[in-house]
């Protein structure tokens, strides 16, 4: 009995079980391969089921059923540009915590995490290159950047947008996405409505087009601003679009809103946006409203040339 305990106790504390002793090398079938990838599958936020990560990469990040998944700049640039080229415009470094905002963590410690996470400066990239064929300005919000909020940077970056736009005489073009406003900035982000307001009165002085392709999420003081002051408004299927979110609205007016509120179709419907456009058909769609409006810019300004 003893040397049975002993044999017990022996062979615990060495960890083997049954199936190491019958079979030795089922732990090394079973083992970890280091060349397989992390991630290898991704998780439908609407069914549950495991898609394969190349499959969705290959579908431009858009599920089976249809679902837009949210995604960076980079990838955004990629689809949007011809041949998946552009130049990168960096934008103007901004004051960081200028109210040296603390809540549970420091505002300096949110953004080191974000930048870790998303490998950007700030919200907003800028990159510069052509869509079908038509030279264009590209502004992109990066949700998964503190939720694409508006703050100084982001504000800095849609006016140096702006800017580069009017210097290479080329349409911008902004993708939204965005809680709304950085609260950790409080009325130094409010501000950054006014400003981008008015770098879009300027292009619009420059008879420059101006258009806005709404994602999802966009909301907040993005929507009170320029994500609404396009001369067209093109949005992705689904996207939800609004000041407030829906439940905030229930809430206050106490009454159940309208099925598919705020998402993209339902504003067409009412006349808050020009169109729903699929991914994988917005650099055509894009390409074709840049060059109609900007013929008609050079059409217009050609009485003015030869009246000089």
Same mark, same amino acid.
């Given at each position: 009995?003893?040397?049975?305990?002993?044999?017990?106790?022996?062979?615990?504390?060495?960890?083997?079980?049954?199936?190491?002793?019958?079979?030795?090398?089922?732990?090394?079938?079973?083992?970890?391969?280091?060349?397989?990838?992390?991630?290898?599958?991704?998780? !439908?936020?609407?069914?549950?089921?495991?898609?394969?990560?190349?499959?969705?990469?290959?579908?431009?990040? +858009?599920?089976?059923?249809?679902?837009?998944?949210?995604?960076?700049?980079?990838?955004?640039?990629?689809?949007?540009? *011809?041949?998946?080229?552009?130049?990168?415009?960096?934008?103007?470094?901004?004051?960081?915590?200028?109210?040296?905002?603390?809540?549970?963590?420091? @505002?300096?410690?949110?953004?080191?995490?974000?930048?870790?996470?998303?490998?950007?400066?700030?919200? +907003?990239?800028?990159? @510069?290159?052509?869509?079908?064929?038509?030279?264009? +300005?590209?502004?992109?919000?990066?949700?998964?950047?503190?939720?694409?909020?508006?703050?100084?940077?982001?504000?800095?970056?849609?006016?140096?947008?702006?800017?580069?736009?009017?210097?290479?005489?080329?349409? %911008?073009?902004?993708?939204?996405?965005?809680?709304?406003?950085?609260?950790?900035?409080?009325? %130094?982000?409010?501000?950054?409505?006014?400003?981008?307001? %008015?770098?879009?009165?300027?292009?619009?002085?420059?008879?420059?087009?101006?258009?806005?392709?709404?994602? !999802?999420?966009?909301?907040?003081?993005?929507?009170?601003? @320029?994500?609404?002051?396009? *001369?067209?408004?093109?949005?992705?299927?689904?996207?939800?679009?609004?000041?407030?979110?829906?439940?905030?609205?229930?809430?206050?007016?106490?009454?159940?809103?309208?099925?598919?509120?705020?998402?993209?179709? @339902? %504003?067409?419907?009412?006349?808050?946006?020009?169109?729903?456009?699929?991914?994988?058909?917005?650099?055509?769609?894009?390409?074709?409203?840049?060059?109609?409006?900007?013929?008609?810019?050079?059409?217009?300004?050609?009485?003015?040339?030869?009246?000089?």
């Amino acid at each position: 009995m003893a040397d049975r305990e002993e044999t017990g106790r022996g062979g615990k504390g060495r960890g083997s079980g049954w199936l190491a002793r019958f079979a030795p090398g089922v732990r090394n079938l079973v083992k970890k391969n280091p060349d397989t990838p992390e991630n290898l599958w991704v998780k !439908d936020p609407d069914t549950g089921q495991l898609l394969y990560r190349a499959d969705l990469e290959a579908a431009q990040w +858009v599920t089976p059923g249809g679902r837009h998944m949210r995604i960076g700049s980079e990838l955004r640039f990629r689809y949007t540009f *011809d041949d998946g080229v552009w130049e990168a415009i960096p934008a103007p470094p901004a004051p960081e915590d200028p109210l040296q905002f603390s809540d549970d963590k420091p @505002y300096p410690d949110r953004l080191a995490a974000a930048r870790r996470s998303t490998g950007a400066q700030d919200a +907003v990239s800028i990159g @510069y290159g052509k869509i079908r064929a038509t030279a264009a +300005v590209v502004m992109v919000q990066d949700f998964a950047f503190m939720g694409g909020s508006l703050g100084m940077a982001a504000g800095e970056g849609f006016v140096a947008a702006a800017e580069a736009a009017l210097a290479r005489q080329a349409p %911008l073009v902004a993708f939204t996405a965005a809680g709304g406003a950085r609260m950790q900035e409080g009325a %130094l982000s409010l501000m950054q409505m006014a400003r981008t307001t %008015l770098a879009i009165e300027r292009l619009r002085a420059a008879h420059l087009p101006y258009v806005v392709v709404l994602t !999802d999420p966009t909301t907040g003081g993005v929507t009170a601003s @320029y994500a609404m002051l396009g *001369d067209i408004h093109l949005a992705e299927p689904n996207a939800l679009i609004g000041f407030a979110g829906p439940r905030v609205i229930e809430q206050t007016i106490r009454e159940t809103l309208p099925p598919g509120f705020q998402r993209s179709e @339902y %504003l067409v419907e009412k006349g808050m946006v020009d169109r729903v456009v699929a991914r994988r058909d917005l650099p055509e769609v894009l390409g074709q409203v840049l060059s109609m409006l900007m013929s008609g810019r050079d059409r217009a300004a050609a009485p003015e040339t030869a009246a000089r």
